[in-house]
């Protein structure tokens, strides 16, 4: 079964050619990703418009490369998938229209994804694929979650975030520094030249005793040290700037690295899975890779080309989804999206 997905939540427009058997893992067979990152970079972040405006020119080129990548003819498609939410509204509509368009023209069944999910199976496109069950950190842009995995659609929220999520932290205090858009990836470059130390900003909740992730006040904080730090910041002959990268993403970390080794604890199990954009961090995998070595714990990552939105996990979600049998494909292309949606709805009634 060959099954085109499609990406299009928030600001990159992602198609993916995925064939799935009825054992086995699903297998990659193309994808094709265009970021968004240069043309939002003049605004300091997203603009729902223009992005939505770009996926419509980027989609059916993309699919076009794809299947001449992978091979493959239009008409082979059995299945195709598309990111239901959450997300943008406006962004989310053009990969739902475009799914259900093509559908309706091959007369192939479609099916809504979740965005989420797909962070989440993610790590089954890896060369190391984990195995059910597991503890899932899920560090995506605007969501930081622990829960625990015990198949497809089967899942237990432990934790997750009462305001800003992890990748908020690092673009918004990016922000404050005056590194740009997209902050997350600039603040860790950064910081690489710093002191983590240098700085002693809060790790909030890191002894509530649950397992719940609030990154507010961090935020908060740096804003407060950013100021402190006046025209430092911006001198070429000081190590401010540098030194408050570092201080604020060794905060991040070490609250994402306790609570999953929480989560592992009360769980019992030893798998972990690290998925999100901010599972591409650096800093993150190296202390985690330690850590859950002293443990036994195995981890596993997605690809590094695969840790932000991309068409490939959407394709395989839906693969997997149906090879699991928990769900069903629809020749009904009336469609709507699901800005918001919480990934534990997706379990079986």
Not at 270 to 299: I, S, Y
Request: glycine fraction near 10%; charged fraction near 20%; proline fraction near 5%.
């Amino acid at each position: 079964m060959l099954i085109l997905g499609i990406e299009s939540s928030c600001d990159e427009t992602g198609v993916a050619l995925v064939a799935s058997a009825s054992t086995g893992v699903p297998v990659l067979l193309a994808h094709a990703l265009h970021s968004q990152i240069e043309m939002h970079q003049a605004y300091g972040g997203v603009v729902p418009e223009l992005a939505s405006r770009d996926h419509i020119r980027r989609v059916l080129p993309l699919t076009d490369q794809v299947l001449a990548d992978a091979g493959r003819a239009l008409a082979e498609v059995d299945v195709v998938a598309y990111t239901r939410g959450p997300g943008l509204a406006g962004a989310l509509l053009v990969g739902a229209g475009v799914a259900c368009a093509l559908g309706a023209a091959l007369d192939r069944p479609v099916l809504g994804v979740h965005h989420l999910e797909g962070h989440l199976l993610s790590p089954f496109l890896s060369a190391d694929p984990p195995e059910f069950p597991f503890v899932a950190l899920l560090v995506s842009g605007g969501h930081t979650q622990l829960m625990r995995v015990d198949g497809v659609g089967r899942y237990a929220i432990l934790g997750e975030t009462i305001d800003d999520a992890a990748g908020e932290a690092f673009d918004k205090s990016a922000k404050l520094m005056g590194l740009g858009y997209p902050g997350g990836p600039a603040l860790s470059r950064l910081a690489g030249q710093g002191n983590p130390a240098a700085f002693k900003l809060p790790r909030p909740l890191l002894h509530s005793g649950d397992l719940d992730f609030s990154f507010a006040g961090l935020k908060t904080a740096v804003l407060t040290q950013a100021k402190k730090l006046g025209d430092q910041l911006n001198d070429p002959g000081s190590t401010a700037k540098a030194d408050l990268a570092a201080s604020t993403q060794a905060a991040i970390v070490e609250v994402l690295l306790k609570k999953s080794l929480a989560a592992l604890k009360s769980t019992g199990l030893k798998r972990l899975v690290v998925a999100g954009g901010v599972g591409a961090n650096r800093e993150l995998r190296d202390q985690l890779n330690a850590a859950c070595a002293k443990l036994g714990v195995r981890v596993h990552y997605p690809e590094l080309h695969l840790c932000t939105d991309n068409g490939a996990m959407i394709a395989m979600a839906a693969a997997m989804r149906l090879q699991a049998g928990v769900q069903e494909t629809s020749r009904a292309y009336a469609f709507d999206v699901k800005p918001r949606w919480p990934l534990d709805a997706l379990n079986p009634v």
